[in-house]
């Protein structure tokens, strides 16, 4: 059973950075995609971000061009670079994973973006 494990988040200022990470308990060279999704206090969950095994990604149009995912097979680890963060970014980020018909969720990273 696939287990995952965020890190990188915290309280960062208005135009500031933060790196997540993804850590998975097995090889991700087989996982058909990986990604993070966010929720914000009373509104739904939302994709924001995810990398295929072949390396196609995909953004909301609300990150696109402020943040990056990308995997790193041989660490087991997928990560999400976000750059100029805006207050609407805070969130708790999850991470996902997918296998054929299987998804596994990380437990959360609480991001917050204020001054």
């Known amino acids: 059973q696939v287990q995952l494990v965020e890190s990188g988040g915290g309280l960062v200022q208005p135009g500031g950075s933060l790196r997540l990470s993804c850590a998975c308990s097995r090889s991700i060279s087989s996982i058909d995609a990986m990604g993070w999704y966010r929720q914000a206090p009373g509104k739904q969950r939302e994709l924001v971000a995810i990398i295929t095994s072949g390396g196609r990604t995909t953004y909301a149009d609300s990150v696109k061009g402020r943040f990056t995912i990308s995997r790193d097979n041989a660490k087991n680890t997928a990560y999400l670079q976000m750059n100029s963060l805006k207050p609407e970014d805070t969130a708790v980020y999850y991470c996902?994973?997918?296998?054929?018909?299987?998804?596994?969720w990380g437990q959360g990273t609480q991001v917050t973006v204020s001054s």
């Open positions: 996902y994973a997918r296998t054929g018909i299987i998804t596994t």
